[in-house]
């Protein structure tokens, strides 16, 4: 079995949660923070949240879990009874646990998805911090607020609607969804439908738009849209495509790919051959973790360490 330096498990499951004292016997500082993914041994939470941690020397250890979709009620009702702080959710777990916990925030009541619980007297609060986890990385990659963007947004899944949902909530310029499933994109602009009915001046394009994700859709949206945001898998496999190809972007568009990877994902090598600027999801990653460490502890998140962590 694999240890980490500090004596755990690189990878927990189910059936350790089950025999959870037996599982974390002489482990210390104890493990009462954790990421459920399944997969999950590339979560860069772990590294993440354990730097803040370590910054505030609050002593206790954040583990991953390997939880299957069908194991999930089961670990959640675990992490209730076992001294738990809190647990992040990554894929595919973000719609489960919105319907485990006891209380959604406005956000995650929202968005339907979970991706923060914070465990508060024996009570399951579900968070959703990739929406403002996204608008923070934003500015940081760009100097820009969304409020002054119009957005075209690739996907209409669990990110898709947290970040659709904040450019709405933050009163963009525009904002147009794509998805290869259009009936997705058209319901999840109707539920945004109220955020854009104020007055604002107006192009010749409407404010709010549901499209294919297809080329000639995408081809006339670019000259009217600043921002353009991957919020589909496409990109995730090593050599895969690009949900948009470089002869759709222009050199006037930012493009935010929310994967994230070390090396160039294929959306953002297109951005960079069309002469756009562009960058990865790395920012929203660390972003959506700083917000989840101030939920759990209501102290700033050390984000240049946080950062340096996965840098
Ligand atoms: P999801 O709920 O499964 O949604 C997936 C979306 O992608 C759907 O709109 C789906 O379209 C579309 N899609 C999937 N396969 C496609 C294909 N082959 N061609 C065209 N469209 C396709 O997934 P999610 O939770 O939203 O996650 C999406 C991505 O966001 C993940 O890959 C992850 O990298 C990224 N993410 C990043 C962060 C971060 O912090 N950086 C946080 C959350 C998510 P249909 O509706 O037609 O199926």
Redesign the pocket.
Known sequence: MKRTRSGTKQVYTLADLENWEKATRGISPPIRLGVFGDPVAHSLSPQIQSAALKHHKIDIQYGRFHIRPNELASAVEFISKLDFIGINLT??H??GAAGLVDELDETAKRTGAV?TIKIENGKLRGFNT?GR?FSRAIREEFSVDLRDLRILVL???????AIALECAKESCERLVIA???LE?ADKLADELRDFFAGPRVLGPVARLQSIP?EEAAIRFQIGHVDLVVN????G?DRGGAS?IPARLLAPHVMVYD???SANRTPLVSAAIEAGARAAN??S??LH?GALAFEIWFQREAPLDVMRKAID
């Open positions: 894929l595919p973000k719609i991706n990739d986890g996907g209409a899944g669990g990110a898709a609607r998805n290869r499933t997705k994700l919020a589909t898998p496409l995730l949900p929310t994967i994230y999801g790395l929203m990653l959506q």
